[in-house]
């Protein structure tokens, strides 16, 4: 088991400010290794599929704070609906209409945040600015009862390049801020990762998705 991920933490924390939302992000990592981070105080864990979620759910303390942050089929949120506390990459208004039904379901409300597009790869998935105005404005948002939409979430490029993250950073804040003003319920800021978190707090974050930096590098099975 890696070792050092109660040290790995608090090294961390101690450099966040105040306002921002560390997301362990936990994807792969043995119960073991999220019981010890848990141990150390840490509650907000992130995963990207569902059914190793419901997995480590199952078994884990129910006080922790699941996060959804990869990319999200939409017949898999039936199994998540009745935990899952906060989903980053919602990137289509269907994704948004079948979340809201599966928390009905459950008598949940469940918070999303609208992925949008900044990076310059081809790879990566998002709605553009002008999709993600279109959806806070429409008539049919307003309609979904069960789900609610409380921030943006952005993944920059894949690189080292400085000035093209710290470009790609600035757009979502600069795009985020100007909507805040419109909708008050927009309070998360999900950008930034283990490589490029500091920068993206630098330009406006307030959530950060932090993997490899916590557990370490290497892939287990659960």
Not at 97 to 124: G, S, V, Y
Not at 145 to 156: F, I
Request: proline letters at 2%.
């Amino acid at each position: 088991m890696i070792t050092g991920i109660k040290e790995n933490l608090q090294k961390i924390k101690s450099n966040l400010p105040e306002n921002v939302t560390l997301v362990a992000v936990s994807k792969t990592k043995p119960i073991a290794d999220i019981q010890e981070a848990y141990d150390a105080g840490q509650r907000v864990f992130g995963e990207n599929k569902i059914q190793e979620m419901v997995t480590k759910f199952d078994v884990l303390p129910k006080d922790i704070e699941w996060h959804m942050i990869g990319h999200l089929q939409r017949n898999k949120v039936k199994y998540m609906a009745h935990f899952v506390n906060l989903i980053h990459g919602v990137d289509s208004f269907k994704t948004l209409k079948e979340i809201n039904k599966q928390a009905k379901k459950h008598d949940r409300i469940i918070n999303c945040l609208l992925q949008a597009r900044i990076a310059k790869e081809d790879t990566k998935f998002g709605l553009s600015f002008t999709d993600i105005e279109d959806i806070l404005t429409s008539e049919e948002l307003s309609e979904l009862e069960n789900v609610k939409v409380v921030g943006l979430m952005g993944m920059a490029t894949f690189t080292d390049n400085q000035e093209q993250l710290t470009e790609e950073f600035l757009s979502l804040k600069t795009f985020f801020s100007k909507n805040q003003e419109k909708y008050p319920n927009l309070s998360t800021l999900s950008m930034g990762m283990s490589g490029d978190y500091q920068l993206a707090i630098e330009k406006g974050s307030n959530m950060v998705r932090i993997g490899s930096s916590i557990f370490g590098v290497r892939n287990y099975i659960v």
